[in-house]
C-alpha cells in the first residue's frame, strides 16, 4: 500500500469538503477530550448544545460545536425537530430523518447522570436546503446554494484530519492518461470496498515518472488524476460530494527507483487513497 506524502496531505487540506453518509452504529469504548458521551434517561433539564451535526448513528448524533468540542446525544421519539422558515416565519415540524450530517444545529437537551437527551433541535430552514442538496449531489443545488455551501463547510474546523484507510494504485503507459481494462476494474472495486467504510472519502492524486520537464509532468499527473475521477463518478457511479479535489504531484514521491524501466512503471501511476475524517472515525 502507497502511504500519502505529507505535502499530499497538506495540498489536499484545501480540498472541498465532502459530508459523509449515515455511520454505523458503535458503542464507543473510550472519551476523548472535550467529548461528552451521552446516555441514558431524561429528568433535568440540560445543557443548550450549538454546533454542527458531524455524524449520526442510529438513535445518536455528533454535535460538533466552534472550538471543536464534540457532543455526542441520543434522540428518541420525543424529540422535536423544528425549522425556522424565516424571518418572522414561525417554525414547522419536522421528523429525526432530516437531521443529517453537515446541518448547523441548536439542540435543547435533557440529562441524567452524564446522559444527555435531545429534547428539541432547531436548526435555519436554508441551512437544511444546503445540507439536502450536498446529501444529494445535485449540479443545480451547488449552483444555487455555493456561498450558503461555502460557508457551512467552513464551520467544520477538523475536517482537514483524515485518517487512511486503504490506498489502490492505477498504472499508465509513458505519456499517457487514458485508463486500461485492468485499471478500471480496479477502481470499480476500490469505489465499492470504500462503500463499506463508514464515512469514506476518496482523494485523487496523480503521479509521473522523471522522464519529461516539470511542467509537462505536472500537466500529465493532473490529467491522469482527473480521468480517474470522471471513470470513479460516471461509471462506478461513487458521489461527488464524496470526493476531495483531485491533485497532480507530478514526479513527487516515487513509489520506485526512477533509474530502471520497471522503477519508471510503478511510478506512473494515481493513488486512490480512501480517507476517514477523525472527526467521525471510529464513532
Same mark, same amino acid.
Given at each position: ?25 458503535? =458503542? ?47 434522540? *428518541? *421519539? ?87 484507510? &486503504? ?12 485508463? &486500461?481494462?485492468?485499471?478500471? =476494474? ?23 515518472? *522523471?522522464?519529461?520537464?516539470? *511542467?509537462?509532468? =505536472? ?6 488524476? &482527473? ?57
Amino acid at each position: 500500500m502507497t502511504q500519502i506524502g505529507k505535502r499530499t496531505l497538506r495540498f489536499a487540506a484545501t480540498a472541498a469538503l465532502a459530508l459523509a453518509a449515515p455511520v454505523t452504529a458503535q =458503542q464507543p469504548t473510550a472519551d476523548a477530550p472535550g467529548t461528552q458521551v451521552v446516555r441514558g434517561e431524561r429528568p433535568q433539564p440540560g445543557p443548550e448544545i450549538k454546533g454542527i451535526i458531524t455524524a449520526r448513528s442510529g438513535s445518536k448524533m455528533q454535535v460538533t460545536a466552534d472550538d471543536g468540542t464534540k457532543t455526542v446525544i441520543e434522540i *428518541d *421519539d420525543a424529540t422535536r425537530v423544528k425549522a425556522s422558515k424565516g424571518f418572522l416565519g414561525g417554525k414547522k415540524q419536522l421528523s429525526v430523518s432530516s437531521l443529517l450530517n453537515g446541518l448547523p444545529v441548536t439542540v435543547k437537551t435533557l440529562q441524567g447522570g452524564p446522559a444527555l437527551l435531545a429534547s428539541e433541535v432547531t436548526f435555519r430552514n436554508t441551512d437544511l436546503k444546503t445540507a439536502t442538496m450536498i446529501r444529494q449531489g445535485t449540479a443545480q443545488g451547488f449552483a444555487e446554494q455555493s456561498a450558503a455551501t461555502e460557508a457551512l463547510k467552513g464551520r467544520m474546523a477538523d475536517i482537514d484530519n483524515y485518517n487512511l484507510k &486503504s490506498t489502490a494504485n492505477v498504472y499508465f503507459d509513458t505519456g499517457k492518461w487514458m485508463l &486500461s481494462e485492468t485499471a478500471k =476494474q480496479t477502481l470499480c472495486a476500490t469505489a465499492a470496498e470504500a462503500e463499506r467504510t463508514p464515512n469514506a472519502l476518496l482523494l485523487v492524486v496523480g503521479y509521473t515518472d *522523471d522522464v519529461g520537464n516539470e *511542467d509537462y509532468n =505536472q500537466e500529465l499527473s493532473e490529467k491522469r488524476a &482527473s480521468r480517474v475521477m470522471a471513470h470513479l463518478q460516471q461509471v462506478c457511479r461513487w458521489k461527488p460530494f464524496r470526493m476531495l479535489t483531485p491533485t497532480g504531484m507530478a514526479e513527487s514521491d516515487p513509489a520506485a527507483d526512477n533509474s530502471t524501466e520497471a522503477g519508471r512503471a510503478q511510478n506512473r501511476r494515481v493513488s486512490v487513497n480512501v480517507l476517514v475524517s477523525k472527526a467521525v472515525d471510529g464513532f
